[in-house]
T-cell receptor, first 116, second 115 residues
């Protein structure tokens, strides 16, 4: 089954304790992306990746890191989480070839993070 | 700065009625425009995707239209059902020949369908 998986689904942590949220897709997609969603603000892009070893900042990259060492995985790293990073996080992937604008994005189930 | 504006912010309709959601964008040049449905607490699910050369695209009771000249899109829902209650998000993808791969999201329209 084609899918995007995220782990963990729920996480409660304390300020400053490094954490990683994993994201994996089984569709051989080039494009992967992380979003956070907060009430009233909609989905905001944190980082995206066009392919292995190619990443770029989205709208709200501060406080986050990513890596793309394998095509299927795109982990999100919070090196020193703060309470303002409490949010619902989504990973997504899509194909993207040539100069086209990318294909339909498939979203993961979300990770609800609380930073105390 | 690229922007996507959606209206209305929220909408309440009676089951069985039709409704139309609006999306205005400034992204230019753009490659495609997408509509997603998002149930509360879950990941968005794609409804339609249209390239700049398409005017309309349907997916069951959902029909999206696009006017690239006026930079407007709409999503029409026919014969609404209780399960249509969700947020609907408009997303514009840039023409990546211009060197940008960042998607621009609207904040969504929250639709409530009541019996």
């Amino acid at each position: 089954e084609a899918q995007v998986t995220q782990n963990p689904r729920y996480l409660i942590t304390v300020t400053g304790k490094k954490l990683t949220v994993t994201c994996s897709q089984n569709m051989n997609h080039e494009y992967m992306s992380w979003y956070r969603q907060d009430p009233g603000l909609g989905l905001r892009q944190i980082y995206y990746s066009m392919n292995v070893e190619v990443t770029d900042k989205g709208d709200v990259p501060e406080g986050y890191k990513v890596s793309r060492k394998e095509k299927r995985n795109f982990p999100l790293i919070l090196e020193s989480p703060s309470p303002n990073q409490t949010s619902l996080y989504f990973c997504a992937s899509s194909s993207w070839s040539g100069t086209g604008g990318g294909d339909t994005q498939y979203f993961g189930p979300g990770t609800r993070l609380t930073v105390l | 700065k690229n922007q996507v504006e959606q209206s209305p912010q929220s909408l309440i309709i009676l089951e069985g009625k039709n409704c139309t959601l609006q999306c205005n964008y400034t992204v230019s040049p753009f490659s495609n425009l997408r509509w997603y449905k998002q149930d509360t607490g879950r990941g968005p699910v794609s409804l339609t995707i249209m390239t700049f050369s398409e005017n309309t695209k349907s997916n069951g009771r959902y029909t999206a239209t696009l006017d690239a000249d006026t930079k407007q899109s709409s999503l029409h829902i026919t014969a609404s059902q209780l399960s249509d209650s969700a947020s609907y998000i408009c997303v514009v993808s840039p023409y990546s020949g211009a060197g940008s791969y960042q998607l621009t999201f609207g904040k969504g329209t929250k639709l409530s369908v009541i019996p």
